[in-house]
């Protein structure tokens, strides 16, 4: 069978082809949770289908399979009497339905087995709690025993159970219900936000790549703020990042004060989000002030300085990452590049772009050159439309220095033009300093833009370097 024709006969009947294996093991099955709730709320269908039986999830599995076309592997995690089958592009999970808490990837095994309403009891959200009857007495009829489709109507995140039971059962869910705040734009009800606070040091027990994977959700949400903002007010972010709720308060000496750089933060990060959804650039817009706190001093005569954050926040980004077991690659090494040069195009555009400026810019941001450019213009908060003008056109000047200079120089990825090999031969030199010091005044005098970045032109500068180095061309 073909791909296409695979796809189709799946989509059209996989909750046909469920309902009939439920019916002939004789099991009450239902569809719950996210596939349910973004239906209803008419988001993308979701590929993940979780689907929950009143007896044996392994062998409802088991039975689908068979009648599916192909017939996919099962993948059973016996101790949590559940299974997987991928499907095409789907992911449907079964699972028997249970008393006890619904925790992913509990390392403790399941119990009891239970009733749709236990299961239903024990989920985290109401909204995530609706169920569709796939029995052929009642198919497709919802069974929405907590008011879960007023709560989607009404944009309110509300747990089935007493908010404290629910958040005490699986801490992880203080970080869902502020994630599907940020995702949905959804209300926390007031009860559940106060567990969320009574409760928060508990959020250390849970592994920090789910924490992780939350916050990341966070971050690719449309607004970010709502839930920084949230992980704030609970008192979350303390634990998770204290270095930007450092960035918390403005200060006073003397009359003279600086911005709020945690407020400065969050609407860095929303603007951000309006122009990319590369998820390290939304880090780096989080991440780009977090050296401000250490370094922030008061001086008499100009006022408040933060001498060298980017530097010093760079060196923090590592520290993060590693605490929160997030990657420690290019990725990082990208965050942390971005947080070094956030201040540079600001700096250009403060004055006359000169072209050896951007050509440095260029250089040194290489290929990341244009996410520095969108961190940058997202940086501008300024409420001063004049200001904020300025800037933007100042970094419109910058972009378009940035094309021309590129097209002449091609700096980006800068490859000397004449090699350590050429200069030795040139003036019959072993290994040795000198050949880092002209290579160095080559590069300058490029970056400059004394000489075009080409072969001949460098090759004489090479010339000339040698001779005021007291360095004798060879014969040959
Ligand atoms: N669930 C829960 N408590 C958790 C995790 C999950 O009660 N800590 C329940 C919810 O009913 C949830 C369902 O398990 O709807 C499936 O969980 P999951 O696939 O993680 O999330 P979705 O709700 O499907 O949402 P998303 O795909 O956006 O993560």
Redesign the pocket.
């Known amino acids: 069978m073909s791909q296409e024709r695979f796809r189709e006969a799946l989509n059209l009947n996989i909750f046909q082809i469920i309902s009939e294996a439920a019916a002939e093991i004789g099991q009450e099955t239902y569809v ?4 349910v ?2 239906y209803f709320l008419g988001r993308n269908t ?1 590929k ?1 289908i ?1 689907i929950v039986t009143v007896g044996n999830g392994i062998a409802l599995a088991k039975k689908v399979a068979q009648k599916l076309p192909n017939q996919p592997k099962v993948s059973v995690f016996k101790n949590f009497g559940t299974a997987m089958i991928h499907a095409e592009d789907m992911e449907l ?1 079964f699972v028997g339905a249970r008393k006890e ?4 990837n509990s390392r403790k095994p399941v119990v009891e087995n239970g009733t749709l309403e236990d299961d239903q009891n ?4 109401t909204i ?2 609706l169920a569709i009857s796939l029995n052929p007495e009642n198919y497709g009829a919802l069974l929405d025993p907590f008011e879960g489709r007023k709560d989607l109507q009404a944009g309110i995140l509300r747990t089935p159970l007493a908010p404290a039971e629910t958040y005490s059962d ?1 801490p ?2 203080m970080m ?1 219900a502020i994630r ?1 705040a940020t ?1 949905l734009n959804f209300e926390i009800e007031l009860e559940s936000l106060q567990a969320i606070s009574a409760q928060k040091d508990r959020i250390q027990i849970v592994s920090k790549e789910r924490i992780v994977d939350e916050l990341h ?1 966070i971050m690719l949400a449309p607004k970010p703020s709502i839930g920084l903002k949230l992980l704030l007010e609970t008192g979350l972010l303390s634990f998770l990042l204290p270095e930007l709720e450092a960035l918390l308060g403005i200060e006073e000496v003397e009359g003279q004060t600086h911005k709020d750089n945690f407020w400065h933060t969050l609407e860095v990060v929303d603007n951000i989000s309006k122009t990319t959804d590369n998820l390290w650039l939304r880090w780096a817009a989080l991440l780009h002030d977090i050296g401000k706190a250490p370094t922030k001093k008061f001086h008499q005569k100009i006022g408040w300085t933060f001498h060298g954050h980017e530097f010093v926040g760079s060196k923090m980004v590592y520290r993060l990452f590693k605490r929160l077991r997030m990657p420690l690659n290019e990725k990082m090494k990208f965050v942390q590049k971005m947080v070094r040069m956030s201040s540079r195009p600001i700096i250009l555009a403060q004055d006359h772009v000169t072209d050896s400026a951007v050509r440095r810019l260029v250089f040194d941001a290489g290929d990341h050159v244009d996410d520095l450019m969108i961190l940058c213009e997202a940086d501008i908060t300024t409420k001063n439309p004049k200001k904020q003008r300025r800037y933007l056109n100042n970094f419109k000047v910058v972009r378009q220095k940035i094309v021309e200079v590129e097209e002449r120089d091609h700096v980006r990825n800068f490859q000397p033009p004449v090699t350590g090999e050429e200069i030795m031969k040139a003036f019959d030199l072993k290994p040795s300093k000198e050949i880092g010091i002209i290579k160095e005044a080559i590069k300058e005098a490029i970056l400059e833009g004394q000489i075009p970045n080409e072969h001949n032109a460098a090759f004489d500068f090479m010339m000339e370097k040698g001779k005021t180095l007291g360095l004798t061309p060879s014969k040959t």
């Open positions: 719950i949770g996210g596939f709730r973004d979701p993940d979780d999970e808490s619904y925790r992913q024990r989920r985290d959200f995530n709690a699986d992880l869910r869902r599907f995702q959700k």
